[in-house]
């Protein structure tokens, strides 16, 4: 560097020592030749003086503008780089790979900002949120709907002003989601209303969502009625249909005089018959008829060991894989109830192996499981539909019936077909852990 500058000085000096030295040697020059040899050393010396004045301050002004255009958010200015390498050659290469770094993040950005407004606007359920003040700062065409005004002129009114301050006021006991009943003012009805806060880096806020669920919840009754109502009509057409042709024939057998065995066998049919007709309405009177869960601790080991027992005695092979024993929320005799339907239907559906009861503790909840090696599920869809049963003595409640039980205890029970390579269907049932 210090080199450079006494190079630059030197140079810059070279004119006039040129002429000093021609001074020296020839003798002082007369008038015209004087005045033209020092007005030549001036114009050299401002000629090599400027073409070596430093051009780094107009550089580092190149740079500084785009680094303001950056910080204003105008990503599309660039500088040119000069040629061959260099400390602002560098520089300016990276100024620029930012700048295409954030034009590019800024067009991302974008793209992803009208998906999720297009998808905001697509949803049937209203999406709100509120600034930590209450203020309304965005809601999807939905939640205008909802609200029965303009989405510009709900935004920036205070969730007391739109008539949500009741929904809005935090309890700390209700869960974060629920259904209920609301009047919204442009639209009443049941709604699965979920209330969350919202934090970001710098900023909080509120959250608030409604789903309709009035018409799915009817879809869904409409859809287990036609089940329903198939699976009656099936049952009782099975009972009646032979009662009828029976009836017809012990007629035709009494009017011809003949009233001996087939008449009593006939009779007796009859009788079977109107008898698992009378179960299967016993059965659909147990569902309806559910008693109100008691719910206590119950131990499962004790649960399953006697549910086992009592079918062990009809020639089940049963085997609990003792672990930890687990304590459960539940009504002890509605569970047991539960547990008996399914070991029975383990038991029912064949298989050389004995059935294996498992227990485990997942996420805070119990989960019991109930292995067996028999033929595995039929294929269909209406296993858990009352009286839909593939046995001939079969009554087509148990499954429903347990799984309404297992639900009253705010649980949940599925049957798949095993995937660990064994034959057989497996029971899950997840029961809330007792909390002391
Ligand atoms: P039921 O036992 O009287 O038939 P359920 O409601 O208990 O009534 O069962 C309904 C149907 O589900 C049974 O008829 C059977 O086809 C099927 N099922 C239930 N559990 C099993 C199982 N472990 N393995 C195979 N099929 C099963």
Same mark, same amino acid.
């Given at each position: 560097?210090?080199?450079?500058?006494?190079?630059?000085?030197?140079?810059?000096?070279?004119?006039?020592?040129?002429?000093?030295?021609?001074?020296?040697?020839?003798?002082?020059?007369?008038?015209?030749?004087?005045?033209?040899?020092?007005?030549?050393?001036?114009?050299?010396?401002?000629?090599?003086?400027?073409?070596?004045?430093?051009?780094?301050?107009?550089?580092?002004?190149?740079?500084?503008?785009?680094?303001?255009?950056?910080?204003?958010?105008?990503?599309?200015?660039?500088?040119?780089?000069?040629?061959?390498?260099?400390?602002?050659?560098?520089?300016?290469?990276?100024?620029?790979?930012?700048?295409?770094?954030?034009?590019?993040?800024? &067009?991302?950005? &974008?793209?992803?900002?009208?998906?999720?407004?297009?998808?905001?606007?697509?949803?049937?359920?209203?999406?709100?949120?509120?600034?930590?003040?209450?203020?309304?700062?965005?809601?999807?065409?939905?939640?205008?709907?909802?609200?029965?005004?303009?989405?510009?002129?709900?935004?920036?009114?205070?969730?007391?002003?739109?008539?949500?301050?009741?929904?809005?006021?935090?309890?700390?006991?209700?869960?974060?989601?629920?259904?209920?009943?609301?009047?919204?003012?442009?639209?009443?009805?049941?709604?699965?209303?979920? &209330?969350?806060?919202?934090?970001?880096?710098?900023?909080?806020?509120?959250?608030?969502?409604?789903?309709?669920?009035?018409?799915?919840?009817?879809?869904?009754?409409?859809?287990?009625?036609?089940?329903?109502?198939?699976?009656?009509?099936?049952?009782?057409?099975?009972?009646?249909?032979?009662?009828?042709?029976?009836?017809?024939?012990?007629?035709?057998?009494?009017?011809?005089?003949?009233?001996?065995?087939?008449?009593?066998?006939?009779?007796?049919?009859?009788?079977?018959?109107?008898?698992?007709?009378?179960?299967?309405?016993?059965?659909?009177?147990?569902?309806?008829?559910?008693?109100?869960?008691?719910? &206590?601790?119950?131990?499962?080991?004790?649960?399953?060991?006697?549910?086992?027992?009592?079918?062990?005695?009809?020639?089940?092979?049963?085997?609990?894989?003792?672990?930890?024993?687990?304590?459960?929320?539940?009504?002890? !005799?509605?569970?047991?109830?539960?547990?008996?339907?399914?070991?029975?239907?383990?038991?029912?559906?064949?298989?050389? !192996?004995?059935?294996?009861?498992?227990?485990?503790?997942?996420?805070?909840?119990?989960?019991?499981?109930?292995?067996?090696?028999?033929?595995?599920?039929?294929?269909?869809?209406?296993?858990?539909?009352?009286?839909?049963?593939?046995?001939?003595?079969?009554?087509?409640?148990?499954?429903?019936?347990?799984?309404?039980?297992?639900?009253?205890?705010?649980?949940?029970?599925?049957?798949?077909?095993?995937? !660990?390579?064994?034959?057989?269907?497996?029971?899950?049932?997840?029961?809330?852990?007792?909390?002391?």
């Amino acid at each position: 560097m210090r080199s450079r500058a006494l190079l630059a000085a030197a140079a810059i000096a070279s004119p006039a020592l040129a002429a000093l030295g021609l001074v020296l040697v020839a003798g002082r020059p007369d008038g015209f030749v004087g005045a033209a040899l020092m007005a030549l050393v001036l114009a050299l010396t401002a000629t090599i003086a400027l073409s070596l004045r430093p051009r780094e301050p107009h550089r580092l002004r190149t740079l500084g503008t785009l680094a303001d255009a950056l910080r204003d958010g105008d990503y599309g200015v660039r500088v040119r780089p000069p040629a061959g390498p260099g400390g602002y050659a560098e520089l300016a290469a990276t100024l620029n790979a930012l700048a295409d770094h954030l034009q590019r993040e800024r &067009h991302d950005l &974008h793209e992803t900002l009208q998906l999720l407004s297009k998808t905001l606007a697509g949803l049937d359920g209203a999406v709100l949120t509120f600034e930590a003040d209450g203020r309304l700062k965005l809601i999807n065409p939905a939640g205008a709907r909802l609200l029965g005004a303009d989405a510009t002129a709900l935004v920036g009114r205070t969730w007391s002003e739109l008539g949500l301050g009741e929904l809005m006021r935090a309890d700390p006991e209700a869960p974060a989601s629920r259904v209920r009943a609301y009047e919204f003012p442009a639209r009443g009805g049941r709604w699965q209303i979920t &209330h969350s806060p919202l934090r970001s880096r710098s900023l909080a806020g509120h959250l608030l969502v409604v789903q309709p669920i009035e018409q799915a919840l009817r879809e869904e009754e409409t859809q287990a009625f036609e089940r329903l109502l198939r699976v009656l009509g099936h049952e009782i057409n099975n009972s009646m249909t032979p009662i009828i042709s029976l009836a017809d024939t012990l007629q035709r057998l009494i009017e011809r005089g003949d009233a001996g065995d087939d008449v009593r066998a006939g009779l007796r049919l009859i009788g079977e018959r109107a008898q698992s007709l009378q179960r299967f309405i016993a059965g659909y009177a147990a569902l309806a008829r559910l008693p109100r869960p008691q719910p &206590h601790a119950v131990s499962l080991r004790a649960a399953c060991t006697d549910a086992a027992a009592l079918l062990d005695r009809c020639g089940a092979r049963i085997v609990l894989d003792e672990g930890d024993d687990l304590r459960v929320r539940a009504d002890r !005799d509605q569970l047991q109830q539960a547990l008996i339907n399914l070991l029975r239907n383990a038991a029912e559906a064949g298989g050389e !192996d004995e059935i294996r009861v498992r227990w485990s503790a997942e996420d805070g909840r119990a989960l019991v499981r109930i292995l067996d090696r028999g033929h595995g599920l039929p294929a269909s869809d209406n296993l858990f539909v009352p009286f839909f049963t593939t046995k001939p003595e079969g009554s087509g409640i148990g499954l429903v019936l347990s799984r309404q039980i297992v639900e009253a205890q705010g649980g949940r029970l599925s049957l798949r077909n095993r995937d !660990d390579g064994h034959d057989g269907a497996v029971a899950e049932l997840e029961l809330p852990l007792w909390a002391a």
